[in-house]
């Protein structure tokens, strides 16, 4: 079992809508996760950082931690085309252990 | 605040020849950590320096290597190049420790011919 599954996409919605992305993960004593952006040949771009469960917000994007279930979220909310890239979630034991990526498209 | 700077952006090489790139963190960070990304294995960890010092290391084969020098830039090390080292090399940079937020530069693209 991979320590962080993740959802490959891709995953097209029109703009305005709201997009959910997903990741589980095995081990509970995880704690720190991270959600990146990374747009076609450049380098991932930190979103959001939460720690332990619970919510955080950010403008339009929300980050959602559930350590009963091993389980985060990120929503977007209001999605616009300039949205369109892959998005990760990782976890920072001693080092970040990435999801796959889903590829997010916003259309007009 | 300066982000992450990597040189070279982008990278030609033959087999069997070897490769530096470069890494300079943000100002204050004192960890560095190196990633390899490719389509098919996606990102993956190579090995983290702090304070000069490799702190983990990820499985790669020995042929990757690295080092931090005292003003916290590094550099990765690649020797004997194969055609599968062909990859989007990142770095990233954070103050230390697994509780804050690491930060990526915009990578080194290596392709091996």
């Known amino acids: 079992q991979k320590e962080v599954e993740q959802d490959p996409g891709p995953l097209s919605v029109p703009e305005g809508a709201i997009v959910s992305l997903n990741c589980t993960y095995s081990?509970?004593?995880?704690?720190?996760f991270m959600w990146y952006r990374q747009y076609s040949r450049k380098g991932p771009e930190l979103l959001m950082y939460?720690?332990?469960?619970g919510n955080k917000e950010d403008g339009r994007f929300t980050a959602q931690v559930d350590k009963s279930s091993k389980y985060i979220s990120l929503f977007i909310r209001d999605s616009q085309p300039s949205d369109s890239a892959t998005y990760l979630c990782?976890?920072?034991?001693?080092?970040?252990?990435f999801g796959t990526g889903t590829r997010l498209q916003v259309f007009p | 605040k300066a982000g992450v700077t990597q040189t070279p952006r982008y990278l030609i090489k033959t087999r069997g020849q070897q490769v530096t790139l470069s890494c300079s963190p943000i100002?204050?960070?004192?960890?560095v950590s190196w990633y390899q990304q490719t389509p098919g294995q996606g990102l993956q960890f190579l090995f983290e320096?702090?304070?000069?010092?490799?702190?983990n290391k990820g499985n790669f084969p020995g042929r990757f290597s690295g080092r931090q020098f005292s003003n916290s830039r590094s550099e990765m090390n690649v020797s004997t190049l194969e055609l599968g080292d062909s990859a989007l090399y990142l770095c990233?940079?954070?103050?230390?420790?697994?509780?804050?937020?690491?930060?990526f530069g915009p990578g080194t693209r290596l392709t091996v011919t």
């Open positions: 990233a940079s954070s103050l230390g420790g697994v509780s804050y937020e690491q930060y």
């Open positions: 081990n509970s004593a995880f704690q720190y």
């Open positions: 990782a976890i920072n034991t001693d080092k970040l252990i």
């Open positions: 100002s204050g960070h004192r960890s």
């Open positions: 320096y702090f304070s000069e010092t490799q702190r």
């Open positions: 939460t720690y332990s469960s």
